[in-house]
C-alpha cells in the first residue's frame, strides 16, 4: 500500500497493490515536516487531525484495510525522512 500524493519516481505500477493519495498528509502539513523543522509527534497529531476532520471515509477504509489484512504502516517522503521502523498505522489506536 503506498500512502503519498504523488506517485515516487522510480517506483513501478506494478510494484504496489494499492495507491491511497487521499490518506496522504496534506502538502501544507508536508511542507511544515519537511521545510520548517516540524517533529514528529507534531506531524503525526496534526495527520491525525486531518484525518479525523477531513478525511473520515478515508481513514475508515484504512481501518477496514488492516482488520482484513493487517496492514503495518511507516511512512516516508521524497526527503527520506521516516517514522520509527517499528511504526504501526495510528489509525488502529
Given at each position: 500500500?503506498?500512502?503519498?500524493?504523488?506517485?515516487?519516481?522510480?517506483?513501478?505500477?506494478?510494484?504496489?497493490?494499492?495507491?491511497?493519495?487521499?490518506?496522504?498528509?496534506?502538502?501544507?502539513?508536508?511542507?511544515?515536516?519537511?521545510h520548517a523543522?516540524?517533529?514528529?509527534?507534531?506531524?503525526?497529531?496534526?495527520?491525525?487531525?486531518?484525518?479525523?476532520?477531513?478525511?473520515?471515509?478515508?481513514?475508515?477504509?484504512?481501518?477496514?484495510?488492516?482488520?482484513?489484512?493487517?496492514?503495518?504502516?511507516?511512512?516516508?517522503?521524497?526527503?527520506?525522512?521516516?517514522?520509527?521502523?517499528?511504526?504501526?498505522?495510528?489509525?488502529?489506536?
Amino acid at each position: 500500500m503506498l500512502v503519498m500524493r504523488q506517485w515516487p519516481r522510480g517506483v513501478r505500477k506494478d510494484c504496489i497493490d494499492l495507491w491511497l493519495k487521499d490518506a496522504a498528509p496534506s502538502r501544507p502539513l508536508l511542507d511544515a515536516y519537511n521545510h520548517a523543522g516540524l517533529g514528529w509527534p507534531e506531524f503525526e497529531q496534526r495527520y491525525r487531525a486531518e484525518m479525523l476532520e477531513q478525511r473520515p471515509a478515508v481513514l475508515d477504509h484504512l481501518r477496514q484495510l488492516e482488520a482484513e489484512h493487517g496492514v503495518p504502516c511507516c511512512a516516508t517522503n521524497a526527503s527520506r525522512r521516516a517514522c520509527t521502523a517499528t511504526a504501526r498505522c495510528w489509525w488502529s489506536c
